[in-house]
């Protein structure tokens, strides 16, 4: 068995074939850069198996044994892989992580890692999120879990989420500041060149709103309106006039086959249209007329509500990765 801890906090890290090499070494250099600002973690790495495995960027990663060979644990983390959400979750996976889950004290998944822990039965009854691309599956094949896809980071009775990569170095850094508090955790946020929490969730970096089909004809309709022409006078109102229904029956479609409401995707759509422009290099005001807010005002609200972020700040973060001056 691996040796059991005693001074100090034991981070054990199941890997796998095929895992997101970044979901694993993000978070252990949160750690390892907690250790060197005076906190006592020791990392050590299972596999289903025992044997070393093979990263998703092809690097072979040696672990210290298997997940019988935990006696205890104070976190464990299980890392993300792209075959997750994709192909059933090997047994033996499953079988490491109910394992492990009875000897932690916390149990972590970074990005598609939540795809193993749904299937091993832990976020039954759970919130939970994942990376945005895939929240809808995770919800889709687990109904018993409640995804919250815009989210950072979730914990639920426990159990600790992350959405897409780097947010699981959010989520190591969270962790440590529980451990030992917020100036330790403020120091390794400045070493490391973090964000203590960073400005707002998932959105600011998903796609455009991908909308399936819809069945019905008049609905069909005036998602294509909307979607091609997001500036027009689209209230619930002008929509249903346009297709001939009433009003509340155009509610009903939105609900039964959308799952939202005629308001709710118009914003939705000009949100989109919006990113875009911005992204494009379109001043705020400009952006704010072409996407169908009015005003720019009343789009910096719906950015802020939805992104944790005003449209500048916004353009500002995602027009360019170049950070130094010239």
């Known amino acids: ?17 095929g895992m997101k090499m970044l979901d ?20 050590s ?33 299980v890392s993300g892989g792209d075959q997750l959400p994709r192909e059933p979750i090997p047994r033996d996976l ?48 687990h109904p018993d879990v409640q995804v919250e896809a815009d989210a950072l980071f979730v914990e639920d009775k426990g159990v600790f989420t992350s959405a897409g990569v780097s947010a699981g170095m959010d989520l190591a850094l969270a962790l440590v ?8 955790a403020r120091t390794v946020a400045r070493n490391l060149v973090m964000f203590m929490q ?7 970096f998903s796609a455009p709103l991908q909308v399936r089909r819809p069945r019905t004809p008049a609905l069909r309709e005036v998602v294509d309106l909307v979607s091609a022409q997001p500036a027009l006078d689209h209230s619930a109102r002008s929509l249903a006039a346009r297709v001939g229904v009433s009003s509340r029956h155009l509610a009903r479609l ?10 709710r995707f118009v914003e939705q759509i000009r949100l989109d249209h919006a990113k875009a ?12 007329k072409q996407a169908g807010f009015g005003s720019a005002e009343t789009m910096r609200r719906v950015f802020v509500a939805r992104l944790g972020a005003s449209p500048s700040e916004y353009r500002s973060r995602m027009s360019t990765s170049v950070g130094w001056r010239s």
Do not use: K, N
Request: net charge negative.
């Open 177 to 184: 500041e529980q451990d030992y508090g917020p100036d330790l």
């Open 254 to 263: 939105f609900a039964s086959e959308l799952d939202t409401t005629p308001a």
């Open 277 to 288: 422009l911005l992204d494009a290099g379109h001043g705020v005001a400009q952006t704010a």
């Open 198 to 204: 960073r400005p707002g969730g998932q959105s600011q």
């Open 45 to 77: 790495y299972v596999s289903p198996s025992g044997e070393p495995v093979t990263t998703s960027v092809g690097v072979r990663l040696p672990v210290d044994g298997t997940a019988d060979g935990v006696a205890e644990a104070d976190t464990v983390i």
């Open 1 to 17: 068995m691996l040796s059991r801890v005693v001074s100090g906090r034991r981070i054990v890290f199941l890997v796998f074939d």
């Open 94 to 141: 499953v079988a490491a992580i109910q394992v492990l889950q009875a000897r932690t004290r916390r149990l972590v998944s970074i990005c598609t890692g939540s795809f193993a822990l749904a299937a091993a039965g832990v976020l039954s009854g759970r919130r939970a999120t994942t990376h945005w691309r895939v929240a809808d599956r995770l919800a889709r094949a």
């Open 24 to 43: 694993v070494t993000g978070p252990a250099e949160v750690f390892a850069e907690a250790d060197l600002a005076g906190a006592g973690y020791e990392i």
